[in-house]
């Protein structure tokens, strides 16, 4: 059976508006994210990998990148590493040697970085020991996790550079979801390769409600976003969602994404790592 002219002309102008199209589309992104994570373990971290994984291709097909997500950190390499501008760790490091030495020179050669609350997590002892020297002491620079606040709960946070691309659009104070907050070995205000973001404001105070004493903060100073200005990367305290424990139901109690200003801090900061530079320059 022979096709029509018509039909045949229908068929072709379909393909060629198909083809500009994806054309369209492809020089219209403007780069990609590959996202790493575990998704094992804590429910709250879990959560939290669900919800970033449907929040941001929505980010991605509202400002124009791509978003990819694994849970293979094999992938954790040069050749694969090379077709996305933007590396997110979700919830977790990784731990083979090649991979990490893969990472950091991704790193070294200008490539961007997100990372959320557990990731920068080391203890020794524990599960995730402080075995990474470069990456917890130079790249985050904040060395071993030491304590943290509990029941998961809201936060004041303090804006502390205005000028940085990723904070230049909030106010000076704002209140995140739930979080459980973490407090570190090293003060990064006497490191000169940090810029500290945001930081717990002190009308948080007090901060958790326990049942441990020592998990309600009730003064000090916590930075929970910076950079490192000899990188291109950026790490969030936040990404633990408040879980129904106490029930054993594992239902979801909060959102990360549900604070309007902790979103477009995310998104401010995913944009700089996808487009611009090391400072905004």
Same mark, same amino acid.
């Given at each position: 059976?022979?096709?029509?002219?018509?039909?045949? %002309? #229908?068929?072709?102008?379909?393909?060629?508006? *198909?083809?500009?199209?994806? =054309?369209? #589309?492809?020089?219209?992104?403007? $780069?990609?994210?590959?996202? *790493?994570?575990?998704?094992?373990?804590?429910?709250?971290?879990?959560?939290?990998?669900?919800?970033?994984?449907?929040?941001?291709?929505?980010?991605?097909?509202?400002?124009?990148? =791509?978003?990819?997500?694994? &849970?293979?950190?094999?992938?954790?390499?040069?050749?694969?590493?090379?077709?996305?501008?933007?590396?997110? $760790?979700?919830? %977790?490091?990784?731990?083979?040697?090649?991979?990490?030495?893969?990472?950091?020179?991704?790193?070294?050669?200008?490539?961007?970085?997100?990372?959320?609350?557990?990731?920068?997590?080391?203890? =020794?002892?524990? +599960?995730?020991?402080?075995?990474?020297?470069?990456? @917890?002491?130079?790249?985050?620079?904040?060395?071993?996790?030491? &304590?943290?606040?509990?029941?998961?709960?809201?936060?004041?946070?303090?804006?502390?550079?205005?000028? @940085?691309?990723? =904070?230049?659009?909030?106010?000076?104070?704002?209140?995140?979801?739930?979080?459980?907050?973490? /407090?570190?070995?090293?003060?990064? /205000?006497?490191?000169?390769?940090?810029?500290?973001?945001?930081?717990?404001? &002190?009308?948080? $105070?007090?901060?958790? %409600?326990?049942?441990?004493?020592?998990?309600?903060? @009730?003064?000090?100073?916590?930075?929970?976003?910076?950079?490192?200005?000899? $990188?291109? !990367?950026?790490? *969030?305290?936040?990404?633990?969602?408040?879980? +129904?424990?106490?029930?054993?139901?594992?239902?979801?109690?909060? @959102?990360?994404?549900?604070?309007? !200003?902790?979103?477009?801090?995310?998104?401010?900061?995913?944009?700089?790592?996808?487009?611009?530079?090391?400072?905004?320059?």
């Amino acid at each position: 059976m022979h096709l029509s002219t018509k039909i045949k %002309t #229908a068929i072709f102008t379909a393909c060629l508006l *198909f083809c500009v199209i994806v =054309t369209y #589309a492809q020089s219209n992104t403007k $780069f990609k994210v590959i996202a *790493f994570y575990t998704a094992k373990n804590d429910q709250a971290h879990i959560s939290f990998v669900h919800e970033a994984n449907k929040e941001f291709p929505e980010l991605a097909a509202e400002y124009h990148f =791509t978003y990819d997500s694994t &849970s293979n950190w094999s992938n954790l390499n040069a050749e694969f590493l090379s077709h996305y501008q933007v590396v997110i $760790f979700l919830d %977790t490091r990784p731990e083979d040697p090649t991979q990490r030495a893969a990472f950091q020179q991704y790193m070294e050669n200008g490539g961007g970085w997100m990372g959320f609350h557990f990731s920068a997590f080391a203890l =020794t002892p524990s +599960d995730v020991p402080a075995n990474w020297n470069w990456y @917890h002491n130079t790249f985050l620079g904040s060395g071993q996790y030491v &304590s943290n606040t509990w029941r998961p709960t809201s936060a004041i946070l303090r804006v502390e550079d205005h000028k @940085h691309p990723a =904070t230049k659009h909030l106010p000076e104070t704002f209140k995140s979801a739930p979080n459980e907050w973490y /407090r570190w070995e090293y003060d990064l /205000r006497k490191n000169p390769d940090i810029k500290i973001l945001c930081s717990i404001d &002190s009308t948080s $105070f007090p901060l958790g %409600t326990g049942p441990k004493q020592s998990e309600i903060w @009730h003064s000090g100073y916590y930075p929970v976003v910076w950079t490192n200005e000899n $990188f291109k !990367m950026i790490y *969030f305290n936040m990404g633990h969602n408040d879980i +129904d424990y106490e029930h054993h139901t594992n239902k979801n109690l909060s @959102h990360t994404f549900d604070s309007p !200003m902790e979103k477009k801090l995310i998104i401010d900061a995913l944009l700089w790592l996808g487009t611009g530079k090391k400072t905004d320059e």
